[in-house]
């Protein structure tokens, strides 16, 4: 089971950190990846986190610079944090788990996860 929180209301040039709470797996097993769905869009990725594979980090093109991903396997958590926020940010945020091996973490491939959690509504005022 996975958990996203964090979300909320943010001026525009905030940050928000969310993190993704896992339960019932083995954490490190997996990759964590982050997605977000604006209304009226196609689900998107963000970042993802091989875990303890090999510890490696992808980022989107559109996003890298102003977003850091981050795990804590001790809680079970991976983090997203969100630098130089702007409206066109606003969407529900989505962590899943997937393979940590492969293709499907480091092309950020949403069709590849195989478990969800609810998101966390990220609001961004102009």
């Known amino acids: 089971q996975l958990q996203a929180s964090g979300g909320g209301l943010v001026q525009a040039g905030g940050s928000l950190r969310l993190s993704c709470a896992a339960s019932?797996?083995?954490?490190?097993?997996?990759?964590i990846g982050w997605f977000r769905q604006a209304p009226g869009k196609e689900r998107e990725g963000i970042s993802c986190i091989t875990g303890r594979f090999d510890g490696s980090t992808y980022y989107s093109d559109s996003l890298k610079g102003r977003v850091t991903v981050s795990s804590d396997n001790a809680k079970n958590t991976v983090y997203l944090q969100m630098n130089s926020l702007e409206p066109e940010d606003t969407a529900v945020y989505y962590c899943a788990a997937g393979p940590p091996y492969g293709s499907i973490c480091p092309t950020l491939n949403h069709y590849g996860m195989n478990y969800w959690g609810k998101g966390t509504l990220v609001t961004v005022s102009s």
């Open positions: 019932g797996f083995t954490f490190g097993d997996y990759a």
